[in-house]
Every structure is written in C-alpha cells, then in structure tokens.
C-alpha cells in the first residue's frame, strides 16, 4: 500500500470518527450524572483520536501481515496531521 492511499483511508477514518462527535457530546450531556465527565470535549476529542489510531492501525493490519513499528508510526504521524482540524472540530 502507497503512502497517499494509507492516508487517504486514515482520513476517511478519521472523518468517520469526527462524524460521530455531535452524538457522543449529546450522549454525555443527557447522561452526566452516570458518566461523571468534567469537560466533554476533551473526553470526546480522546475517543475519536482512539478511533482513529486504533481502526487505522486495524486498516493496516487487515492489509499486509503485522504492522512493522515504522508503520505504525505512519500511521501515528497521519493521524496526528490531522489534529488541529479534530481539536477545530470538537471545541468550535
């Protein structure tokens, strides 16, 4: 796999996950009391950046055999591209 179609699926990953901010800062706002979180977004930007890391390194690891260390710090270094329009997203 080319290094632009990693990215372009990492970013497909990562829009995937940004989609679902909205319902995740909901979901904590009608359930407070249960979920104790003292500052929303930051809980929500730690989740899509979980999703994105985890099913982007799942994304690799269904391509090829185990993922070497340099690809997961691909892998890492795309997502963390991405960071300033995740953080815009979340805390706009």
């Keep these: ?43 929500v930007y730690g989740i899509v950046m979980g999703m994105a890391l985890g099913m982007s390194g799942a994304i690799l690891s269904a391509q090829k055999e185990m993922p070497t260390a340099e690809d997961q710090i691909k892998v890492r270094d795309i997502v963390y591209k991405h960071i300033p329009e995740i953080r815009e997203r979340i805390f706009s």
């Excluded at 179609?5 to 009608?30: H, S, W």
């Design 1 to 43: 796999m080319s290094e632009d179609q990693l990215e372009t699926i990492i970013v497909q990953t990562i829009n995937g996950a940004m989609a679902t901010i909205p319902n995740y800062l909901e979901e904590i706002k009608e359930n407070k009391e249960v979920l104790k979180v003292e500052n929303p977004q930051e809980f």
